[in-house]
């Protein structure tokens, strides 16, 4: 059996799994764009940033903010298992980037201006990334029952 098999496949909560992650691209692609119009005439990285949308930035955040956003936002658009992919990596970067960030937050190293709002944001999108990850997988039929039968031990219906 595959490794990832316990993976389920055609989730019927998978459409809710895809709007939340493109809501959440939609939200990341509009503060980036906002917070680099608020921004615009602060140091690229510099500490102190402006807040926008609830979120602390600076231009160099709302740069990758932009890229980011454009990434889910498509991710969830073109969907199929392009879509699981881009949010399971999505999720581990968001994770880390709080993580790190939060260990940076009181230092000079703090160079996209994160507080700690954002970096609880950031770890609230990345686990919402890898629950759409894991629940976003899209096959066919035949793999969906084999799938459940092997997680419940059950024939599939």
């Known amino acids: ?3 990832m ?3 389920p496949i055609n989730h019927p909560l998978r459409p809710l ?3 939340l992650s493109g809501l959440i691209g939609l939200y990341v692609l509009l503060f980036g764009i906002i917070g680099f119009i608020s921004t ?3 140091d690229f990285f510099a500490r102190h940033g402006e807040w926008v949308l609830g979120l ?3 231009p160099a955040f709302s740069v990758l903010s932009i890229i980011t956003g454009a990434i889910v936002l498509a991710g969830a658009v073109i969907g199929r298992n392009v879509f699981v992919a881009l949010n399971l990596a ?3 970067i968001f994770l880390i ?3 790190a960030m939060m260990a940076l937050l009181r230092t000079d190293a703090n160079f996209l201006s994160f507080s700690m709002v954002n970096c609880v944001m950031s770890f609230i999108f990345g686990m919402v990334f890898f629950a759409a990850g894991l629940y976003g997988k899209v096959g066919p039929t035949e793999a969906a029952d084999a799938e459940h039968s092997f997680r419940t031990g059950q024939p599939a219906h």
């Open 1 to 3: 059996m595959h490794p």
């Open 5 to 7: 098999a316990h993976i």
């Open 17 to 19: 799994y895809r709007a």
């Open 40 to 42: 615009h005439n602060l």
């Open 56 to 58: 602390l930035t600076n």
């Open 90 to 92: 999505g999720g581990a």
């Open 97 to 99: 980037a709080g993580m």
